[in-house]
C-alpha cells in the first residue's frame, strides 16, 4: 500500500510520507470541520431541511476534496465557502426573494461557468481583471458581513426602527456563552491547538446543555435522507435576466477566494515556483469548479477552497494524500447528524465571528496611501454588511472604483473586465 501511495502521490519527492500527510489531513479536517455544523443552520434561514444540507454539505465537501486530491494532487480541501453560503441565505432568497431552489439553479450555473473559464485563457482576463484592492475589499466586506449575522444570530445585536441596530439582551445565556466561545477560539488558535474552532463550538453547545438552554438530540446515528435537496435545482428560473446579478457574484467571490485561497496556502507549503506561481493551477481551479457543480446538485451552496487547509501544510502535508484523509473523515462525518442539529445558533456564531475577523484583515493589504484606491475599497467592504447584500455591496464598489479613476483622470486604470462589470451592476440597479 505505502509503495502504491508513494507513485499517486510522489510522497518522497515533496518530501513527505504516510504518516505526516494523514495527521496534516486529520488536522485540517479539525479546523474545517465547523462548517458542517454550520452550514445546515444557515441555509436552513433560506427554509432548507437541516438534515439534507448537513448531508450535502459532508459529500460536497469530501466529492470536491477527493477531485483536488487526485486529479490536482494537492493537499488543499474544499468544502461549502463562508460568505457565499450567507449571501446564498440572506441575500438571493432572503433579500431578493428568490426560491432555494433557483438559488441551487444559479450555484449551478456559476459553477458551469467557472469549470469552463478554469480551462479557457478568460480564466486569466477576468481574474486579473479585479483590481487587487477590490478583491481585499470583497473579501473583507463578506468578513464584516459575516460579523454582523454572528453577532445578529447570537443576540448580541438586534434590529432597531430608529437606529437599523442596537444592542441585544447582553446578559442572556445566548450571547455569554457565545461571546466567551468566540474568545475561547481566538485563544486556543493563539495556542496553536488544531481544532480550535470546533472545540469552541462543542465547548459552547456542552456549556448551553449544561445550562438547561440547548435540545440536546444525540451525537450519532445513520445518515439522514438527502433527497430533499438532492437534484432539487431550479435551472431554469437561474437563466431568467433577474438571476444574472446574481450568477455573477457566485462566479466572482468564488473564483477569487479560491485563486486568493490557493496561491496563499501554496507560499504557505513552498509550493509555488521560481515565479511565484502555483504548478496545475488549471487543475486545481477545475477541481474546485467541479466542486460547485457537484454541491449544487446535491443541494448546497458554493464549494471553495479553504484557507484552513495551511494548518494541515503547516503540518507538513504536501501532496493530495493529505487531501483523501480529509474527504475520508468528512464522509465519516456523516453519521453525526444528531449531533450538528443539537448545536445552537449561538455556539457556531461564535465560529462565525471568528471567521469574519480572519476575513476582515484582508484591508491591511489596500494601497492605503493612493486615496483612488484606499476609499473605493472601505466603501465596497462597508456597503456589503451595510445593504446586507453582497452582491450589491460589489457592483456599487466597482461602481464607486470607475467614478474615482474617471474623475481623476486615471481612467487607463481601469481594466475592460470591470468596467463590464460595472456596467452590469449598474443596469440592473436601473432596471431591477
Known amino acids: 500500500m505505502t509503495g502504491i501511495l508513494e507513485r499517486r502521490f510522489k510522497l518522497s519527492e515533496h518530501g513527505s510520507d504516510v504518516r505526516t500527510e494523514v495527521v496534516a489531513g486529520a488536522t485540517t479536517f479539525l479546523t474545517m470541520v465547523y462548517i458542517a455544523f454550520v452550514n445546515p443552520q444557515i441555509l436552513a434561514d433560506a427554509g432548507m431541511p437541516f438534515d439534507a444540507v448537513f448531508v450535502a454539505t459532508c459529500l460536497a465537501a469530501a466529492f470536491a476534496t477527493l477531485v483536488m486530491a487526485l486529479y490536482a494532487n494537492y493537499p488543499i480541501a474544499l468544502a461549502p465557502g463562508m460568505g457565499l453560503n450567507a449571501f446564498f441565505a440572506y441575500g438571493v432568497v432572503g433579500a431578493l426573494g428568490h426560491s432555494w431552489e433557483t438559488?441551487?439553479?444559479?450555484?449551478?450555473?456559476?459553477?458551469?461557468?467557472?469549470?469552463?473559464?478554469?480551462?479557457?485563457?478568460?480564466?486569466?482576463?477576468?481574474?486579473?481583471?479585479?483590481?487587487?484592492?477590490?478583491?481585499?475589499?470583497?473579501?473583507s466586506g463578506i468578513g464584516l458581513f459575516l460579523g454582523v449575522i454572528?453577532?445578529?444570530?447570537?443576540?448580541?445585536?438586534?434590529?432597531?426602527?430608529?437606529?437599523?441596530?442596537?444592542?441585544?439582551?447582553?446578559?442572556?445565556?445566548?450571547?455569554?456563552?457565545?461571546?466567551?466561545?468566540?474568545?475561547?477560539?481566538?485563544?486556543l488558535t493563539a495556542r496553536r491547538v488544531p481544532g480550535a474552532a470546533i472545540i469552541g463550538i462543542?465547548?459552547?453547545?456542552?456549556?448551553?446543555?449544561?445550562?438547561?438552554?440547548?435540545?440536546?438530540?444525540?451525537?450519532?446515528?445513520?445518515?439522514?435522507?438527502?433527497?430533499?435537496?438532492?437534484?432539487?435545482?431550479?435551472?431554469?428560473g437561474a437563466l431568467e435576466a433577474g438571476m444574472i446579478a446574481v450568477v455573477l457574484t457566485f462566479l466572482i467571490v468564488d473564483m477569487f477566494d479560491t485563486t486568493g485561497t490557493l496561491i496563499g496556502v501554496g507560499q504557505q507549503a513552498n509550493l509555488l515556483d521560481a515565479r511565484g506561481r502555483l504548478p496545475r493551477i488549471r487543475r486545481a481551479l477545475v477541481a474546485d469548479s467541479a466542486g460547485t457543480v457537484g454541491g449544487a446538485l446535491l443541494g448546497t451552496s458554493p464549494v471553495t477552497s479553504y484557507i484552513e487547509s495551511a494548518a494541515g501544510t503547516g503540518a507538513g502535508g504536501r501532496t493530495g494524500l493529505t487531501a483523501v484523509v480529509v474527504a475520508v473523515l468528512f464522509l465519516a462525518c456523516l453519521f453525526f447528524a444528531p449531533l450538528a442539529e443539537s448545536i445552537p445558533d449561538y455556539a457556531t456564531a461564535a465560529a462565525i465571528l471568528y471567521v469574519a475577523c480572519l476575513m476582515a484583515r484582508a484591508l491591511v493589504d489596500v494601497a492605503w496611501n493612493d486615496p483612488t484606491e484606499s476609499a473605493s475599497a472601505v466603501v465596497t467592504a462597508i456597503a456589503i454588511p451595510l445593504t446586507f447584500s453582497i452582491a450589491d455591496g460589489i457592483g456599487i464598489g466597482f461602481l464607486t472604483y470607475v467614478f474615482i479613476k474617471v474623475l481623476a483622470g486615471r481612467v487607463r486604470e481601469c481594466p475592460p473586465a470591470l468596467i463590464a462589470v460595472a456596467v452590469m451592476f449598474a443596469l440592473k440597479f436601473a432596471l431591477l
Not at 441551487?104 to 450555473?109: C, I, N, Q
Not at 444592542?167 to 475561547?184: D, I, K, S
Open 103 to 139: 438559488a441551487l439553479g444559479a450555484v449551478f450555473v456559476s459553477g458551469v461557468l467557472f469549470l469552463a473559464l478554469s480551462v479557457l485563457p478568460v480564466r486569466r482576463w477576468i481574474i486579473e481583471g479585479i483590481p487587487h484592492g477590490q478583491k481585499l475589499a470583497i473579501s
Open 202 to 236: 462543542l465547548g459552547v453547545t456542552a456549556a448551553g446543555a449544561a445550562l438547561g438552554v440547548v435540545e440536546w438530540r444525540g451525537l450519532a446515528s445513520m445518515p439522514p435522507d438527502p433527497t430533499p435537496t438532492l437534484l432539487a435545482l431550479d435551472v431554469a
Open 150 to 187: 454572528a453577532l445578529r444570530n447570537a443576540g448580541v445585536i438586534q434590529a432597531s426602527p430608529d437606529t437599523l441596530v442596537t444592542t441585544g439582551a447582553l446578559v442572556a445565556p445566548a450571547p455569554v456563552l457565545a461571546l466567551v466561545g468566540f474568545a475561547a477560539i481566538v485563544a
